[in-house]
């Protein structure tokens, strides 16, 4: 096995309906675990098709009933500087494909400022970075999420931390604002890499022949810099779910087909 392949997995389910089942069950299991010993449950949620996919298939499976959401908090990694209720903002869709539809406190969903808010970009991400403290983890002032989900673009970006440019190299804050984003829209707020990767469990998500070349190279040790996804880690799990599709270019040694 190819040296730093190891600390990674990737779970392969055969299309886009059963990989978001699948890791909807995982997602519903760990927070279940996490809630029932009396402890509380940080989420990062992201954005994207597969990610409101996920959100979608748990709150139809049955055990989301059982789980007390009053002990779970949910966070975006990034979102989109739009008005509040726009619907492409991350926290609308999930609120759509899942968060609406569940018992959980207003308070338990942090999600960003918004464009019409009256706070301008950099304000929205200080205001997030504060908010984030609140609930300091072991390695910042962050929430060590319990799962951080991520999606993964065609050019390995991930949250708004885009290949080669400034955001994926700032360590020292928490959160910072993005302009001129290379995907629409062009203002975004995005947490940093310090703060992904002081998450207990990094899950990524992709599904289609589009993500295949990322995946390659993210699993090949590529620079965190030009590959964003490369250098997304979890404390204590790293795992990519994905579909058929996105799985081409995975080595067969790193493959886990328990679906």
Request: glycine share 8%; aromatic share 6%.
């Amino acid at each position: 096995m190819v040296e730093g392949w190891a600390e990674k997995r990737v779970v392969i389910a055969p299309d886009p309906a059963t990989l978001s089942d699948s890791v909807a069950a995982r997602f519903l299991s760990r927070v279940a675990k996490r809630v029932d010993e009396g402890k509380l449950a940080h989420v990062s949620l992201t954005g994207g098709s597969m990610g409101s996919r996920v959100l979608a298939s748990a709150v139809r499976n049955p055990r989301a009933e059982r789980i007390d959401w009053s002990r779970v908090h949910f966070w975006w990694s990034d979102e989109r500087w739009l008005p509040r209720g726009d619907a492409e903002r991350n926290d609308r869709q999930a609120r759509d494909a899942m968060l609406d539809a569940i018992d959980i406190p207003a308070g338990n969903i942090h999600a960003t400022l918004a464009s019409d808010d009256g706070a301008d970009l950099d304000a929205a991400a200080a205001a997030y970075a504060e908010e984030l403290a609140g609930f300091p983890g072991p390695e910042g002032p962050w929430p060590a999420f319990d799962v951080c989900f991520l999606g993964v673009g065609p050019d390995g970006h991930i949250a708004s931390l885009f290949p080669d440019r400034e955001e994926i190299q700032i360590t020292d804050r928490s959160v910072v604002a993005v302009r001129d984003s290379p995907k629409p829209p062009p203002e975004r707020i995005t947490m940093t890499r310090p703060v992904i990767n002081g998450s207990k469990r990094v899950w990524m998500v992709l599904s289609g022949p589009d993500k295949a070349s990322a995946l390659g190279l993210a699993l090949a040790g590529a620079s965190y810099a030009s590959v964003p996804a490369a250098g997304a880690k979890g404390r204590k799990r790293t795992i990519f779910f994905v579909d058929e599709a996105a799985a081409a270019q995975v080595p067969p040694d790193l493959i886990d087909r328990e679906y």
